[in-house]
């Protein structure tokens, strides 16, 4: 190169060893000439080699920027008025979308034969593992009921007559769940005029009926002179009552009186829309049997527990790791409150922030579990969860 390197327009000279001397390089400061800032879109270097400030553009970068318009047949679709609404419709049709096919595979995950997914899912109790009902809603504090109107297809079942009628009348139900029983409602009218009492018991079963000798009494009696010709529902009382899971308890009411032909009590009943977890017996002659009626009666009960519950359905396995799950209920609030935990170990438990809207989690796919906690009147009588 003859000793000589050319920079731009300039010379640098090479020293003795055949380097360029560092001192004579002009500086490099460079910008594209495409960008605005310099005449022509061309910078020119000053007499030093170097680029006028004044000639170096300012460069902004808007990275995905919003958008500012929209078409007025965009906006009319999406019933929005500006960009922003636009982009908040698609966001809840989008969430929409993934709860939809949520319940599709709930729904197919049932089989065919079962699509309606939001009721079987509660109504098998081989899906719950803690809960407690009352037939087809769960429940704060009902364990189990079977309520009539009185007016239609209800029967007056007598009690504490003499031995050629029911000396005793009882209704056998069924616990799901470990629980604690606290009350025990029926209705009474009297026939003439009885002046002892009327205890409520808990038996434990054998075949289907009352078997043994009271595992429990409650706390509180019905004084007979109190009770009218016209039923009337009474409360009886227990204390540290505890029920075990899957067990059929029979609720057995008796006078503590003789019996009398004339002066004695009426329990009511029905054979229309009976109870599924148990039934009516009466007690005649020492034995356990029919209520004189028909096989098919039941009382109208109610048996209840310790507020709060606690509702755990046993777990679903899913296919893969989940990121997002949700849970989709019927439910009912009235003056108590609900509230649902997801989990993947049964132990650790994420609360559900809000019902039908996916929220991001981090399960294993071991297991997924769903537990809800009801206080006060509040009732779930659907649920369906998931999640991908």
Known sequence: M????ETLSQKADLDGSGKVIVSQLPSMDYVPTNEKGAPGGVAELDNDGKVPTSQIPDITVDAWPRAETASPA????????????VLAALNVRTQNSLMRDLNIMLNLSLGTSNIDAWADLLDSTGNINSAVSNGWSLTANVLSQFKINHSAGAQNL???????????????????APTTLTTAKVFLAKSNSPTDNIYAYIYATSGGVPTGSALYTSTNYIVGSSLTGTPAEKVFYFTNV???????????FSR???????????IWSSSSGVYSGGRAYSYVSGVWGDTGVTSAYDLNFEVSSADPATIVWNPVTPTEPLAFAAVCAEQNLGTGTITWYLSDDGTSWTEVTALDTMQQVNFDAAALYLKCVLTGNATVSAVAWGGY
């Open 2 to 5: 003859n000793g000589l390197t």
């Open 74 to 85: 965009t906006l009319a679709k999406y019933g929005a008025t500006t960009p922003n609404e």
């Open 158 to 176: 007598i009690l504490g007559s003499n031995p050629v009628n029911p000396e005793k009348i009882a209704q056998t139900f069924t616990v799901i």
């Open 242 to 252: 505890p029920l075990s899971a899957n067990t059929v308890y029979a609720l057995v």
């Open 256 to 266: 503590t009186g003789a019996l009398d032909g004339s002066n004695n009590y009426r």
